[in-house]
């Protein structure tokens, strides 16, 4: 049964409110009950249904599919990248085509296997031309990543590139200025490594170094 005033609640505090359906011990056989769910206590597959159906906004009219995440959901390491692009649009998948195969041979040279990760975007939908998410863009999708780490709880997150950096960090600082330090995704403690979007990667080869450089301080502080 639904509680309406902790819907009401949830809603006036501007919670986006689904309704879960659950056969509560109560229940008399065959009979569902609801329970009004916010993202943050959504499990897995409340979540995967909420965002592919969501219309919170603008970016949802352009989409084909809208892209979730993909790995391990148990992982140690949790990679968050920008947004979709043209290929992760039509497959559904985060990093696939070039940047997602050097993003597969960079944990490779670490001991990583793609499967072993677990791999998200800032945004679960494709920005047209590829452009900038907006920051009402960011801001709308910002809770089913925030439920996505929660689930995941991984011990190290690699922000993958500016964009990623900036949202998980809140910051406007330049990447060149934010890579090289351990910061600390502030709501579970985890450490945040920083590095750049294996798309830079490709146009601007020589910045590679500094990207093991990067792998490597995950894995050390990983280690300790
Ligand atoms: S980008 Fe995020 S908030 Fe916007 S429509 Fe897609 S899932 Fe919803």
Not at 150 to 168: D, M, T
């Amino acid at each position: 049964m639904i509680t309406r005033s902790r819907s009401s609640y949830l809603k006036a505090l501007g919670s986006d409110v689904w309704v879960r359906r659950e056969l509560a011990a109560s229940s008399a056989p065959g009979e569902v009950s609801r329970r009004a769910v916010t993202v943050n206590e959504m499990d897995w597959e409340e979540l995967s249904a909420a965002v592919s159906l969501c219309t919170k906004c603008g970016l949802y009219q352009g989409r084909f599919q809208t892209v979730f995440g993909v790995g391990n959901r148990e992982a140690d390491w949790m990679l968050i990248g920008e947004a979709p692009g043209a290929e992760e649009d039509r497959q559904g998948e985060p990093f696939v085509g070039r940047a997602g195969q050097l993003l597969n041979a960079m944990l490779t040279a670490i001991g990583l296997e793609r499967s072993a990760v677990y791999i998200a975007n800032i945004l679960k939908c494709r920005p047209p031309s590829n452009r900038d998410p907006r920051p009402e863009e960011t801001l709308c999708c910002e809770p089913y990543l925030k439920r996505q780490i929660a689930l995941v709880k991984p011990r190290i997150i690699l922000a993958l590139g500016r964009i990623a950096a900036q949202n998980l960090l809140k910051t406007e600082a330049p990447i060149g200025r934010m890579r090289g330090k351990i910061y600390e995704y502030e709501p579970l403690k985890i450490p945040i490594v920083v590095t750049y979007h294996p798309a830079y990667l490709l146009r601007s080869p020589t910045q590679k170094a500094r990207a093991w450089e990067d792998l490597l301080t995950a894995r050390r502080l990983l280690a300790t």
